[in-house]
């Protein structure tokens, strides 16, 4: 959106490879599409919600997503770049939403549940008379004498995201590095990297004049420093765009610098490591990022290409930091730029498309090739462009599908119990697994497994090891609490209000204005009092079966609840006349 200043996010895409091409002879049979969340509240100390802007930025994006994939050129009103060559993927339902045909995940977060609404308002736009096939066509809208009925608020789509908690391990493939013990502990011991201790201090002075300056609204002292980077970055970021504080824009782009050191080191660091030297337990989400995208195209490939076209993941920076460096395309050409924080709505694409023959004929397998696009945010400026991966230059930007398997499998997650080992995960899912893994490398190891360490740091990293210990010690006892209350909820009758985020400190909603809404945003102000209530349940009816999210977190765990069960729809309608909010539609009739 040109709301973000295009100046001070310094869109330089000057060096950018070849902009993505679509030849005619091409058939794209699928795509898998990972969305960084739309701008937030400030994600310190409150339970950040997704900013009208950020909306907007993710439906400007679905729009050019539509444009590309749905080859549909309609004029929707909304601000987006329509150079991007269209290059549809082959049998998709263009302008109904055929939920069969899309995988839609997202964690439980409202930021990244809203980001994914706001998306396929722009991919699916409401469209009256448009009734997917699969959804009973003109059939389900017709009634016994002939009258044709839309879908509500002139044909509003209705599309199927799935949201996973950590309680169900769908979770690990959109956010790998959540309640990942190994991960956390990993991360909590990143300040003593030598490259850390050299940020924090050049930049100790740095941190204490914006503390004066702007920090000190919200902000400790001693959370002011490099090793909350992104937090602060994240914070400045929002009150500047808001008009909220002094910050100049080169202290922003200072801050932006030092933020993206902080991530990579903790998310993209490959000499750290957890149970095993090597296991690259910083990129962890990047590793179960990899194994999502070989298995919608795995599913793709095996069903013919029924299933699967179009896979989309809404999730936060990690998974983009990690991928970056696990894939190489910090070594390609453009490697300098990809050491940088995405934007928000930034999109990972991976497309797996045939050259020649005819889109009547699923291709074998040796005529499939993938590409890697990406397209840094949502300013109309930044185009989705296609990069090489894995060290190849620019004439290698495509690859043949065995190829890029093979590439990915190098460092992938080959299966849950694979990414419960890793982490010495203790999310109830891991437990049947934890027999054979065993409890072994819960604490034993995490002093003396950064040996490689100056003398100094590994004091440092010794003395951290009981607290660590801690934190793996409080979420277990978490999780038996969790299974508990799983219990006592299915037995009948405790409810829970969400609250929202493990890091939520004060219910204070500061700059969030609940109240107001855009004529157009009907959805999204529905959670108007500060999106407590957790509304993505009527979008998890049909997979049943979750009922208690259990957030087992380092910094301080809470117990969630998510009415997911098919028993729980009355309570859950119960709850939202509480609020004083209608439904959408009537639940049944
Ligand atoms: C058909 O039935 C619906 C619902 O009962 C009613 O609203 C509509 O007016 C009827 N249409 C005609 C043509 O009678
Ligand atoms: C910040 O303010 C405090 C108290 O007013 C002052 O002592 C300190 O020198 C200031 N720090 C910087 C870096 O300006
Ligand atoms: C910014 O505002 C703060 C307080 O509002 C003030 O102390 C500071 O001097 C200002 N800084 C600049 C660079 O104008
Ligand atoms: C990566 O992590 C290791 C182990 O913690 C540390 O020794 C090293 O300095 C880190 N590398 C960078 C560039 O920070
Ligand atoms: C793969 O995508 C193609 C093209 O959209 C589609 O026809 C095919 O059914 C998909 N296969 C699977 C297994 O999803
Ligand atoms: C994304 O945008 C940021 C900020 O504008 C920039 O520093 C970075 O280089 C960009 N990344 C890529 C891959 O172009
Ligand atoms: C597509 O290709 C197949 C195999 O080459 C052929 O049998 C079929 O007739 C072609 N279909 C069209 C519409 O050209």
Known sequence: MALLSAAVLGLALAAAPTEAVQSTSEHIWSSSVWLLHGETTPIHGRNPSLTPIGAQQMLSQGALFRDRYLDWTENLGVDYDDDDVSAPIVGIGRIAIENSQLDIASS??????????????????????????????????????????????????????????????????????????????????????????????????????????????????????????????????????????????????????????????????????????????RAIAGRSMATKVLNSFDDNISQAGVTSKLSLQFTTQEPFISFFTLSDAIGGPSGDNFLALPNPGAAMVFELYSIGGNDSVYPAD????????????????????????????????RITWAEFKASMERFDIDSVPGWCGVCNSVAPFCLEFSESSGGSGDTSSSGSSDGGNAAGAAAQAAAMSPAVAG??????????????????????????????????????????????????????????????????????????????????????????????????????????SEMGVAPVKPREF
């Not at 003593?192 to 941190?207: E, P, R, S």
């Not at 890697?372 to 991966?389: E, S």
């Open 108 to 281: 439980t977060d409202s930021f990244t549940f809203g980001s994914a609404l706001a998306f396929l308002q722009g991919l699916y736009p409401p469209r009256t008379q448009a009734f997917a096939e699969s959804a009973g066509g003109m059939e389900a809208a017709t009634l016994a004498n002939g009258t044709m009925l839309n879908y509500p608020l002139d044909g509003y789509q209705y599309p199927n995201i799935k949201s996973a908690s950590l309680l169900d391990q769908e979770s690990i493939w959109i956010q790998g590095h959540v309640g990942c013990s190994q991960y956390e502990r990993s991360k909590i011991l990143s300040r003593f990297d030598a490259m850390a201790v050299k940020a924090a201090d050049t930049n100790t002075n740095f941190y204490a004049e914006l503390y004066n300056q702007t920090f000190h609204k919200d902000f400790d002292p001693d959370e002011t420093n490099f090793d909350h980077a992104y937090e602060l970055y994240d914070y400045a970021a929002y009150e500047y765009h808001h008009g909220k504080s002094n910050i100049t824009s080169g202290q922003l782009v200072s801050l932006a610098d030092l933020a993206a050191r902080e991530q990579t080191n903790k998310n993209a660091n490959l000499t750290a490591y957890g149970n095993t030297p090597g296991d690259n337990i």
């Open 471 to 576: 934190v793996i010690g409080a979420a277990a006892s978490i999780s038996l609490i969790g299974l508990a209350l799983l219990g006592a909820i299915l037995m009948g009758g405790i409810r829970f209000h969400r609250n929202a985020d493990p890091k939520q400190r004060s219910s204070t909603l500061g700059g969030f204005r609940g109240a107001e809404k855009m004529a157009s945003d009907t959805d999204i102000a529905y959670a108007k009092s500060g999106a407590r209530h957790e509304r993505t349940g009527s979008w998890e009816l049909r997979g049943g079966g979750r009922a208690v999210t259990v957030t087992a977190a380092a910094a301080g765990a809470t117990i969630q609840s998510k009415r997911s069960v098919r028993s729980l729809r009355d309570i859950d309608d119960d709850d939202i």
């Open 366 to 397: 040796e005529d499939l090739w993938v590409r890697f696009l990406y397209r840094n945010g949502t300013d109309p400026a930044a185009k989705l462009t296609q990069y090489p991966l894995f060290g190849n230059g620019n004439e290698m930007s």
